[in-house]
């Protein structure tokens, strides 16, 4: 530990949230988790209490699905992010939803938001995602609830959705 | 009965699909304070000092708090809790003494969590290291420095005369069995939110507790307001069966500062804290001795267990020892029985009571003890089993002893044709010899079952208030919250049934002591049991009083009518006259003349006697891997009688989330390589995605109870209990070993020890036939 | 689990993160991909005062061939070796080592060279680096480039020669023989868990000889290494079932592992005696 104490200095940053363009101000060590839920006021990515925890707090930058909790939000500057907490009207994610939903992949397990948000990356990447490509996603988050094989029924049902979407 | 039965699906199911969430995290009040807490470093010690003034000093920080700013409050506990066990209540603060590595010892209040772990960094904390006790059987019975005897209390449980019964026996063996500490599962964290408003003087507590009654007593006892000073609203809370659900010393500290600083107060668990400092569970280590006749019949069980119960004994720490002691017999009718439990305290976290508390242990070591009487008596443990079992005619069979407080009497078994339907569902006979055929070729492959009884919908009293409101839409509202599980749509579906109206128009609120004051606490399983039992008595006064009303308005005899999809009608005729619920509520509405001065409202009341016993077969398939000795579950699947299922799809649900919990908890840890001494450490150890084993699930519903009229038991932890008892049989079964594994988790370590054993045996110049070869 | 607080700075090129790091030295740290320093500094195990992000560093993201090596610069993220980085042989191995990297957010973020320069001995970039004898460039303001070949790159646990005041610029991996052909393993108690033991094989065969075998372990000891001995031994004999097994006890009898959770140092050497086996099996056979 060195012997002076960094001062807080808070950065005003702007980017794009879900298609809407927001400025807010945050210290550099917030990560982008809890900036989207601090600053932005989006619950959807669940709180870990710092740290990534069973890829829960998956969001999109740029179309890359990260761990909100792993980067800090002043990286994101100048970025477009997408949440678990977007309105309907997205190809890849409405069909996601609703794929998780018919396979009762939801329950109340929060890391079905990262489940989701991996998805949406995986299958924008890649719609022809094969069942290996499933199990690696399956492998990026950890289920409390042990529904595994409903997400991955999830996660081919929404890839077929989304091709008849396109 | 239409909705019965039928897998409704579960209110807000896609919420976490939308973003549409609201936790404790999420909820949002201007001014809210941070809360940190300072843990000790240090397992076992006097604590010197606490310096706070750096901390004080930082800006932001609004206070902090050691014991000395703290009037001495400790957790209660709750379940069979006495006067006697005062001094292993945990204080909120540690005060002269820190008992194991993550007690709080300072708590800090400040603008921002950042702030706040900035502040609690700056907290001096000075300790008097002493040596810590990390073994609950070998402790001494005062800790040096202590002035508590190690063991808090002593369980005993016992019928028959073992004396007797052990000079009639054959045989009798002692085996020595032991299940490992474990950190209950892993997401999400802890969550506090409390908010004094001096202008209504009500404190409200937001948080995710399964018993919201009994924490509003203990909230109100410990801050000294009335009953009606404290609330307490049910946020959304993510399935949690772990210990996360219990008060705990940072939940009073919550409520503690936002009393006294007038701001509100949240603590927001990290997932560090979680393994580090929060509650543990399991641990117990056990020494039987079994006194059975050759042809197989278990006379008695003379069992003395040791618990690892941590440094204090937490509001629910006495259910897991009571409930192994009690479940221990499991469905075998034995002649005698005496368990002897030391529940000892070590400088570790406290335990308490996590998802098949007691009795998860308790299956393990029964089950084991099976194999052992079937390996002496050279039969099959199946033939063993079914030798054994409380005969069906001796249903309800009063098993002779208590589980917390209540009667253990079995209100139906059928466990010899559960295991024909099991052996046939799963088709045990072609995994078998699938294992067979690959042992054959080498590859340790294996099957194992295990049965177990299981006690359900935990009394005392619940309550639920039905209420029309004037457009015909049924509120229902109880004690109990949903976790996630789902109940909330099973109460509607028992309401919507018995009334006769749609599910769109029922709505159910709960745990919020707002609008409905009692019980309803999700101890075992069984929250269906107990509430639902108490919306069926309530559904069934609202039928009586929309039908009584009805019969006014129409001037038809309220025998004559019915109520289908909430309108009322003559039974017998297709056409006429009909009325909706919404006039009937308007009718009744208090000051006209067809009110009773409730309006269509009615209240019910479920008195527990006696707790429900499901019971089910849990079966395992493994591999090992011959060359790193680590053990796949492959299959994990459970036939279960709970009885009459309400939602067969959410007892399926919970049914295998318990498999996958418990298939994960058999192999590994949490705890894997803590040796006890310092923190525990913070790594995700539980099997993720690819261990995930195929899960199948046999809901037999052969025997409803005839303890409610629904015929319900509870179905909660039926995945979880008997699974690691399974797995175990099906490691032994890989290895040819018979009564290999004595410890879960199963150690890959004592498995690759045993194949190095027995690849030299291979080598050794004189070659001893191998069992396989004596087998054919 | 907040970090403390730092002063967060973002370079557009190489030389500004290096002024930072001349003045800050010790006081600072790069950040890449952060998936190993995030955590940390959530933990509040790393407390830089100063974080250097590079991740606005133009022209750092390609892997490219050049003079028969394939460069790769400090903002190249794992993801970017997926489906073979070059041509031949070596995209092939890069590409099925970046899947032990993590999952997919991890993947999309993290970088190769950020892995090299955490050096955690777990890691199948440091192994692949040992194994491939890469050379990593470190350069400073004050000292210039010096490119270290990966075999002394690494010094132990999270610990490399690299100095406060300088950061891994470029790792190079000279191109194999095009018919050179690889095996790769990796054991782990379960997913979630760190890998106890993984070995990375390449050699050529030619006349059912095997040369230029190159064996590297990871994860036993505090740094992954070659173990040339072993080496040796496979190209004096005929690749098989005898000798792969003679190789694989050789290999386990040489490792010295570190101490890990739940498992002892016998039990280490055995598996490192499977994943030595599995890798030459798949290598050679």
């Known amino acids: 530990m060195s012997g002076s104490r960094p001062v807080e200095r808070k950065i005003r940053m702007s980017f794009e949230v879900n298609g809407e363009a927001l400025t807010i101000v945050v210290e550099p060590r917030t990560t982008l988790a809890d900036a989207l839920r601090e600053a932005c006021g989006l619950a959807g990515t669940p709180h870990t209490g710092g740290g990534e925890c069973g890829g829960s707090t998956t969001v999109l930058v740029d179309g890359e699905p990260v761990f909100a909790s792993l980067m800090f939000a002043v990286q994101a500057h100048g970025t477009s992010v997408r949440t678990v907490d977007a309105p309907a009207g997205d190809r890849v994610l409405d069909a996601v939803r609703s794929a998780f939903k018919e396979h009762g992949a939801s329950r109340s397990d929060p890391s079905m938001a990262g489940y989701v948000m991996q998805s949406v990356g995986a299958l924008e990447r890649n719609p022809d995602l094969d069942d290996e490509g499933v199990e690696d996603l399956l492998a990026g988050g950890f289920s409390h609830e042990g529904q595994y094989d409903s997400v991955a029924a999830a996660i081919r049902t929404a890839r077929t959705l989304a091709k008849r979407a396109a | ?776 | ?285």
């Open chain 3, 1 to 285: 689990m907040r970090p403390a607080a730092f002063y967060y700075h973002a370079p557009a090129t190489i030389d500004e993160a290096l002024d930072l790091l001349a003045v800050h030295g010790a006081d600072a740290r790069i950040i890449a991909g952060g998936q190993s320093l995030v955590p940390a500094m959530s933990a509040r195990l790393a407390r830089p005062a100063h974080l250097i992000d590079i991740n606005r560093v133009a022209h750092a993201e390609r892997p490219a061939v050049a003079a028969g090596r394939l460069r790769i610069p400090p903002l190249a993220r794992h993801i970017d070796f997926e489906s073979g980085v070059v041509e031949g042989p070596l995209g092939h191995i890069l590409a099925a080592l970046h899947k032990h990297a993590g999952p997919l957010p991890v993947l999309m973020r993290g970088t190769f060279c950020g892995a090299i320069a955490h050096a955690d001995p777990a890691s199948a970039w440091c192994l692949a680096a040992v194994t491939l004898n890469a050379e990593i460039t470190v350069r400073s303001k004050s000292r210039g480039v010096r490119t270290v070949p990966a075999a002394t790159f690494f010094e132990t646990i999270e610990v490399t020669v690299a100095e406060d005041d300088e950061m891994v610029v470029e790792v190079q991996i000279p191109l194999p023989d095009q018919f050179v052909r690889f095996g790769f393993s990796k054991v782990a108690p379960h997913s979630n868990h760190y890998g106890a033991a993984s070995c990375l094989c390449v050699a050529e065969i030619d006349d059912r000889r095997a040369f230029n075998v190159r064996l590297g372990v990871g994860a036993v000891e505090d740094v992954p290494r070659r173990l040339t001995d072993v080496e040796e031994l496979l190209e004096r004999a005929t690749p098989g079932i005898a000798v792969i097994r003679e190789a694989a006890a050789l290999a386990a009898s040489f490792v010295s592992p570190i101490e890990q959770p739940g498992i002892n140092a016998r039990d280490q050497r055995e598996l490192t005696q499977t994943v030595v086996r599995h890798a030459l099996e798949e290598a050679l056979l």
């Open chain 2, 1 to 776: 009965m239409k909705n019965l039965g039928r897998s409704v699906p579960r209110y807000g199911a896609d919420r976490r699909l939308r973003g549409d969430v609201r936790t404790v995290a999420d909820i949002a009040l201007p001014r809210c304070l941070d809360m940190r807490l300072v843990r000790s470093a240090t397992p076992f010690g006097r604590l010197v000092s606490v310096d706070c003034a750096e901390a004080r000093a930082l800006p932001g920080v609004a206070a902090v708090w050691s014991s000395a700013q703290l009037a001495a409050s400790a957790l209660p506990i709750r379940v069979l809790g006495s006067g006697a066990l005062d001094p292993y209540r945990q204080p909120l603060l540690a005060g002269d003494m820190v008992r194991y590595a993550g007690e709080p010892v300072a708590a800090v209040f400040a603008e921002t969590a950042a702030i706040a772990e900035d502040a609690a960094e700056l907290v001096a904390v000075e300790v008097e290291a002493d040596t810590p006790v990390l073994d609950p059987v070998a402790a001494a019975s005062v800790l040096s420095g202590d002035l508590r005897a190690t063991e808090a209390t002593t369980i005993r449980k016992s019928f028959g005369d073992i004396h007797l019964a052990v000079h009639n026996a054959d045989k009798v063996v002692e085996r020595r069995f032991s299940v490992g500490r474990d950190a209950p599962s892993f997401l999400p964290q802890r969550a506090s939110l409390a908010c004094w408003c001096q202008a209504r003087e009500v404190l409200t507590i937001w948080a995710g507790w399964r018993a919201v009654e009994e924490t509003r007593v203990a909230v109100s006892d410990a801050l000294g307001l009335p009953l009606s000073a404290v609330e307490i609203r049910a946020p959304d809370i993510d399935g949690r069966y772990g210990a996360g659900a219990e008060l705990s010393a940072e939940d009073l500290l919550c409520a503690h500062a936002a009393f006294a600083l007038r701001r509100p107060v949240r603590w927001l668990e990290d997932p560090a804290e979680q393994i580090s400092a929060g509650p543990h569970a399991r641990g117990i280590e056990a020494v039987a001795r079994i006194a059975f006749c050759e042809d197989g019949q278990f006379l008695a069980m003379d069992v003395e267990f040791w618990c690892d119960q941590g440094a204090y004994v937490l509001p629910d720490g006495l259910i897991a020892p009571d409930l192994f002691a009690a479940m221990l017999p499991g469905p075998y009718a034995l002649e005698a029985y005496r368990a002897v439990g030391h529940v000892r305290m070590t400088n570790k976290p406290p335990t308490s009571a996590v998802r098949g508390a007691g009795r998860v242990e308790a299956a393990f070591v029964r089950e084991r003890l099976m194999d052992t009487i079937a390996h002496e008596c050279s039969l099959s443990v199946d033939a063993v089993r079914r030798r054994n079992f409380v005969a069906a005619d001796a249903v309800p069979a009063d098993r002779h002893v208590d589980a917390l407080k209540s009667r253990v009497s079995l209100d139906g078994l059928r466990l010899g044709e559960l295991m024909d339907m099991a052996e046939k569902r799963f088709a045990l006979d072609v995994v078998r010899r699938r294992a067979h055929d690959r042992r054959v070729r080498g590859l340790l492959s294996g099957l194992g079952t295990a049965v177990f009884v299981e006690p359900s919908g935990l009394g005392p009293v619940d309550r639920a208030h039905l209420s029309v409101d004037h457009k015909g839409n049924l509120e229902i509202i109880t004690t109990a919250a949903d976790w996630g599980q789902g109940t909330f749509v099973a109460f509607a579906q028992i309401a919507a049934d018995i009334v006769g109206i749609e599910m769109e128009r029922i709505r159910v609120r709960g745990g919020d002591t707002c609008r409905i004051a009692g019980r309803g606490a999700t101890l075992l399983s069984g929250r269906t049991v107990v509430t639902g039992t108490a919306v069926q008595n309530a559904a069934e006064v609202l039928r009586e009083k929309i039908l009584a009303g009805a019969a006014v308005m129409m001037g038809v005899p309220a025998e004559r009518l019915a109520i289908r999809a909430g309108r009322i009608r003559e039974a017998d005729k297709h056409f006429g006259k009909q009325i909706d619920v919404g006039e009937v509520a308007r009718a009744l509405t208090p000051g006209l003349p067809l009110s009773d001065g409730t309006g269509l409202y009615a209240e019910g009341t479920n008195e527990v006697g006696a707790m429900t016993y499901p019971y089910g077969v849990a079966v395992a398939a493994v591999e090992i891997d011959p060359h790193t000795a680590f053990v796949k579950v492959t299959r994990a699947s459970v036939a279960y009688d709970a009885g009459n299922v309400i939602n067969p799809q959410l007892a399926e649900d919970q049914l295998v989330s318990g498999l996958v919990q418990g298939a994960s908890a058999a192999l590994y840890s949490m705890l894997d390589g803590w040796d006890g001494s310092g923190s525990a450490p913070f790594t995700l150890r539980c099997a993720g995605a690819a261990e995930r084993p195929a899960t199948e699930v046999l809901l037999a519903e052969e025997t409803p109870t005839p303890l409610n009229p629904l015929g319900i038991k509870g179905v909660g932890a039926g995945g979880i209990v008997g699974i690691g008892a399974a797995i175990a049989q099906a490691v032994d079964d890989a290895l040819q070993t018979p009564g290999f594994v004595e410890h879960l988790p199963v150690s890959s370590a004592a498995i690759r020890a045993h194949l190095r054993e027995r690849a030299q045996q291979k080598h050794a110049p004189v070659e001893e036939p191998r069992d396989a070869e004596l087998m054919i």
